[in-house]
């Protein structure tokens, strides 16, 4: 259950008090299976599976949060397809073109028509509340996705003014430093992936990957006024990842260093198991929020 990616989102630590009746707020806002007219359906669900009663799951200063959906598939070509034999057969029929008015009344009667027909999508995307640093880190690198968790958490408690990360240190400037030379914070080392961007408008975009990322070749690129966008890095030996300039990390992973302590223990169930790796990646991504909060300068909400 390891989050694989991590999208940040602030709130101020007075808010804590509001998560003390958190499951009784998620119950009115629980995953309810998408209508037959309904393109979609969000709700929250158990993080141990949806036939869970349970909608919450805290350890220590972490609470982890599960939001459950369902989408109806209905791809554009299939409606458009069936749109133009539809309009095809009238006109053949009248003798006449359809206007514009027409043929979007048309195309709304067939997607009412073709919904409750279409396949459904699950999805489901994992949160975990930090109350320690007034922290959302949800496990996605989509800034929609993201944004729509904490919509339905605000809809779930009625208010939560979370908020994107701000920072007062540029991410861009930083990471360029890095790879050219300046120190990096403790414990942190680079990688062997990078993104570069001429900053003019259209610039050129170089991907590397497998890259020593202190050789000439990047060199050069940094001499020619690039800028990174996204470096690799890892975490003493504990995590590696991919951090953007827009400080979402994609690419997470747990190295030896973290799950070590999780091999050669006995747990008599999944439940427990999975207790174990919570409270396992709940203290890695804290450490790493903390430490980007002070190298990037992370304001802190009012």
């Not at 993201?146 to 908020?163: C, D, K, N, Q, Y």
């Amino acid at each position: 259950m390891f989050f694989r990616n991590l999208s940040f989102f602030r709130f101020p630590l007075a808010q804590n008090k509001t998560f003390e009746q958190l499951d009784e707020a998620l119950a009115d806002c629980r995953l309810k299976p998408v209508g037959p007219l309904d393109a979609l359906s969000r709700g929250f669900v158990s993080p141990f599976g949806r036939d869970e009663p349970v909608l919450s799951h805290r350890i220590g200063h972490a609470i982890w949060l599960t939001l459950g959906g369902e989408d109806r598939l209905l791809p554009a070509a299939v409606v458009n397809d069936a749109l133009g034999k539809k309009i095809a057969d009238i006109e053949a029929k009248d003798g006449r073109k359809l206007g514009g008015r027409a043929r979007k009344r048309l195309k709304e009667d067939l997607v009412h028509e073709l919904l409750p027909k279409a396949f459904i999508k699950p999805m489901r995307c994992d949160g975990m509340l930090d109350l320690q640093h007034g922290v959302v880190a949800i496990d996605t690198s989509s800034r929609k996705v993201a944004e729509g968790f904490v919509t339905e958490l605000r809809h779930a408690l009625g208010s939560f003014p979370a908020v994107p990360l701000n920072v007062e240190a540029s991410a861009r400037i930083v990471l360029t430093g890095w790879i050219a030379g300046e120190f990096l914070p403790d414990g942190l080392a680079l990688g062997d992936e990078c993104e570069l961007k001429d900053p003019s408008e259209r610039g050129a975009v170089v991907r590397c990957t497998r890259q020593d990322l202190a050789g000439e070749e990047i060199a050069k690129h940094l001499e020619s006024g690039k800028q990174v966008t996204r470096l690799a890095l890892t975490l003493e030996d504990r995590l590696s990842f991919v951090l953007g300039d827009d400080l979402v990390v994609r690419k997470l992973k747990f190295l030896e260093g973290a799950v070590e302590s999780l091999e050669g223990s006995e747990r008599d169930s999944l439940r427990a198991e999975l207790d174990a790796r919570f409270a396992l990646m709940a203290g890695e991504v804290s450490r790493l929020f903390a430490l980007l909060e002070q190298t990037f300068k992370l304001s802190k909400p009012e």
